[in-house]
């Protein structure tokens, strides 16, 4: 067994798994650009809490968080104007959709929690199963931080980017979304976690 970016498996059948996952995220500019940053932000984030979640497989669970959306129509990834209730009960289903492909993958244990997992909220208000607290997979609230800024920092078809400050206020307004341990190792150190080349 070889160890491929810390991931036990064999060489060439992480290799080629990688690279199947990767081009099927390369589906919409957009969701790979967002998923790009937020492997870049978790890797550095997790390095900061010393979790002992390994490097890559944290920069993979980053990197993969989104896949699910592959299966979203575009018209609705991308629509112009505010989402219908029924359009955002579809958009949800991206969490169902990237932990079967991670699954069907058979990619790390991390990597399927970061892709079911990364919109359950601290205090239970999120979906898809609304788990709270620390009941929720580290990894996922990790992410989860990460995502939330890199999506509120990045122009989207609805709105133009807003800034850092503005992104920081509005997450400490976000009652109750984050594991708050994990959120104020990310604002104060929030210029080394975005400028910081890896």
């Not at 979790?51 to 609705?76: Q, V």
């Not at 169902?96 to 929690?113: F, R, T, W």
Request: one cysteine or more; proline letters at 3%.
């Amino acid at each position: 067994m070889n160890y491929v970016h810390g991931i036990a498996l064999p060489k060439d059948v992480l290799s080629a798994k990688v690279d199947i996952l990767l081009n099927m995220l390369k589906f919409d500019n957009n969701t790979y650009e967002h998923s790009l940053n937020v492997a870049k932000y978790s890797e550095r984030l997790n390095k900061l809490l010393c979790t002992g979640i390994d490097s890559s497989i944290m920069y993979y669970s980053g990197l993969f968080h989104d896949i699910g959306k592959l299966k979203i129509n575009l018209d609705i990834l991308n629509k112009e104007s505010s989402l219908k209730d029924e359009e955002f009960d579809i958009i949800k289903k991206h969490t169902n959709i990237g932990y079967s492909i991670m699954k069907k993958y058979s990619m790390p244990k991390e990597l399927q929690y970061s892709a079911f997992y990364h919109h359950e909220r601290w205090d239970g208000k999120g979906y898809p199963v609304k788990l709270k607290g620390d009941k929720i997979p580290l990894v996922a609230r990790i992410i989860s931080v990460c995502d939330v800024y890199d999506a509120l920092t990045s122009d989207r078809p609805y709105r133009k980017a807003f800034t850092m400050e503005e992104a920081v206020s509005m997450m400490k307004n976000s009652n109750g979304q984050f594991d708050q341990e994990i959120f104020k190792i990310f604002i104060n150190n929030l210029d080394s976690i975005i400028d910081t080349p890896l």
